[in-house]
């Protein structure tokens, strides 16, 4: 009974926290924005990961093309 409700929580915590800490270090609030987004692009892109390297295999390439092909164009 408790732990959908710790599930629920945890996310509002982390999000008051995130706002209370834009709110008290202004100095510092593009580089908490820039950090926020990029652990949200990272996030994506961790999701989507298993399924390129399934819909890989189903095509002939192995995890590690997968990976490396998905490191190359990701830093071109």
Do not use: C, K
């Not at 409700?5 to 999000?15: G, K, N, Q, Y």
């Not at 996030?43 to 192995?62: K, Y």
Request: glycine share 10%.
């Amino acid at each position: 009974m408790h732990t959908p409700l710790l599930f629920l929580a945890l996310p509002v915590a982390a999000t008051l926290l995130g706002g209370l800490l834009a709110i008290r270090f202004r100095r510092f609030r593009p580089q908490l924005v820039a950090v926020g987004a990029g652990l949200l692009l990272g996030a994506a892109f961790l999701d989507l990961l298993p399924e390129a390297i399934s819909l890989g295999t189903d095509n002939g390439l192995s995890a590690s093309d997968v990976l490396g092909l998905t490191l190359l164009f990701f830093l071109a």
